[in-house]
C-alpha cells in the first residue's frame, strides 16, 4: 500500500506569514499533483509536477517534486485569507498505476 | 461547459436505510471516480470506471456498497444497510482519459449522514 503523509495537518497563521507544508511517501510516483478544496466543494488541481527536481511557481505558490520523486513540497510566501482551504497532495503511479493515491490534507487558516 | 455534478448535495438516513448517490460527469470524460472523505481529512479512492472495462472496486470497504455506471456516463454509489461509520462526503470525479497527469475534475460532494 502506498501512503502519502502529508504535514503539518493543521497550520493558523496570521496574513503576511510564508509557510511549507510537506508531502513525504517511501514510495515512487511518476508524478504529483496538488489540490486545494474548500468548504462544501470538491478539490481543484493547483499543480502538477512530473520530473524529478522540477520547481513550478504559481504567483506566491511555489511547487517542488523530490529529486527521487518521493516527496513534494508547496511554499506559500505571504500567505493571504483567501489562501485558507485544504491542501491535498496526491501521487500518481508505482503500484497505484495511474491511480492518485491522496495524502491526508493539511488544513491551512490564514488570519486577517 | 458544466462540471460535475452530484446530487443529493445533503442526504440524512436512518441507520440500515439503503441510500443512492448520483453522480454526473464532465460530457465526454472517460473515467470515473468515486471517493470518500471524512471530516475534511483526505480522500479515501472507493472505485473507478474506465470506458467500457470492468471497473476497479479495490477500494470499496464491504460488499454493502456497490457502484455501476450506465452508459459511459452517469454513475451511481449505493451504499445498503448504511451504518454510523458511513456518515461522510462522497465525492465524485472525472478525468478526460486514464492516461498519466490527467487532471480529476472533482464534484461538489454529497455529504451523507447516518443518524
Known amino acids: 500500500t502506498q501512503l502519502l503523509e502529508q504535514s503539518p495537518q493543521f497550520l493558523s497563521i496570521q496574513e503576511g506569514e510564508n509557510l511549507t507544508v510537506y508531502c513525504n511517501s517511501s514510495s515512487v510516483f511518476s508524478s504529483l499533483q496538488w489540490y486545494r478544496q474548500e468548504p462544501g466543494e470538491g478539490p481543484v488541481l493547483l499543480v502538477t509536477v512530473v520530473t524529478g527536481g522540477e520547481v513550478k511557481k504559481l504567483k506566491r505558490l511555489t511547487f517542488q517534486f523530490g529529486d527521487a520523486r518521493k516527496d513534494s513540497s508547496l511554499h506559500i510566501t505571504a500567505a493571504q485569507p483567501g489562501d485558507t482551504g485544504l491542501y491535498l497532495c496526491?501521487?500518481?503511479?508505482?503500484?497505484?498505476?495511474?491511480?492518485?493515491?491522496f495524502g491526508g490534507g493539511t488544513r491551512l487558516m490564514v488570519k486577517p | 461547459g458544466a462540471g460535475v455534478s452530484q446530487s443529493p448535495s445533503n442526504k440524512v438516513t436512518e441507520k440500515g436505510k439503503d441510500v443512492e448517490l448520483r453522480c454526473d460527469p464532465i460530457?465526454?470524460?472517460?473515467?470515473l471516480y468515486w471517493y470518500r472523505q471524512s471530516l475534511g481529512q483526505g480522500l479515501e479512492f472507493l472505485i473507478y470506471f474506465q470506458g467500457n472495462s470492468a471497473p476497479d472496486k479495490s477500494g470499496l470497504p464491504s460488499d454493502r456498497f456497490s457502484a455501476e455506471r450506465t452508459g459511459g456516463s452517469v454513475s451511481t454509489l449505493t451504499i445498503q444497510r448504511t451504518q454510523q461509520e458511513d456518515s461522510a462526503v462522497y465525492l465524485c470525479a472525472s478525468s478526460p482519459s486514464s492516461g498519466p497527469y490527467n487532471e480529476q475534475f472533482f464534484g461538489p460532494g454529497t455529504r451523507l449522514t447516518v443518524l
Open positions: 496526491a501521487g500518481e503511479g508505482g503500484n497505484a498505476g495511474n491511480m492518485l493515491t
Open positions: 460530457s465526454g470524460h472517460t473515467a
